[in-house]
């Protein structure tokens, strides 16, 4: 079946990144797990043999088919055909899993952190990249929205880095494996104002916070947080951008 394009179909064919991806997931026997695009089951097959109950998600309707059969003997595996962006989960804690396609990895993290109470972790391929700025620390250059979103609700650690020989056809970045843990008791911050404070605050990020945020929020709310209005954004930690948005909510009322 040739790879399609449009739904960022890139296939691991390494055995020992499989292996590597299977350790790190870890499925036990009593795991509810999600598999987001499972393709031709290259992950599956390892996750299925824990006894594990498995959902897989995939939206291509050519796999479908190759899928069902493949693991029709599989009384622990349930096949939906299904956008993963249009995944609404209930009866968790789950484990969400996948090599996903890289086209919706940004949209579909933003999506799983909305459910984050349905989700017990999370281990996935994505562009090395997108890693790279998940994980970013304040004050690097690639700390951003994404960094912020994501470390609000997760333990965001990055693990192995995987060229483009590992998958077929190849990629022309190179990949990595994250696993991000649901933190149990993270601040309590409204996700949608979060989102929107965290949106304006890199809206340009040469500019200072004062700057970006005006018209949203004052001067003496952002020192009362204990932030310089002339600090960049990349140079706020999480825990500021949480307080500031606390701040953002109170004003509003
Ligand atoms: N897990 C397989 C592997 O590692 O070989 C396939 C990974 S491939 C990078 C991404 C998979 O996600 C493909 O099977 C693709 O059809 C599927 N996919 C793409 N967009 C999707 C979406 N919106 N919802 C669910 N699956 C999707």
Known sequence: MKAKKS??????????????????????????LIEIGPGHGA???????????LQLIELDTDLIPILSERFAASSNVTLHHLDALKLQLKNGPYKVVGNLPYNISSPLLISMLYQASQIEQMVFMLQKEVVQRICAPPGEKLFGRLSVMLQHRFECL??????????????????????????QNPTQVPLPELEALVKQSFAMRRKTIRNNLKGMISVEQIEQVGIDPSQRPETISVAQFEQLTLQYIESKK
């Open 7 to 32: 739904l960022g179909q890139n296939f691991l064919q390494d055995e020992g990144v499989i292996h590597n991806i299977v350790k790190i997931i870890n499925p036990q026997a009593d795991d509810r």
């Open 43 to 53: 992950i599956t097959e390892h996750l299925q043999a824990s006894g594990a109950e």
């Open 158 to 183: 990055g693990h192995l880095s995987i060229p483009p020989e590992a998958f077929n056809p190849q990629p022309k970045v190179d990949s990595q494996i994250i696993q991000l843990i649901t933190k």
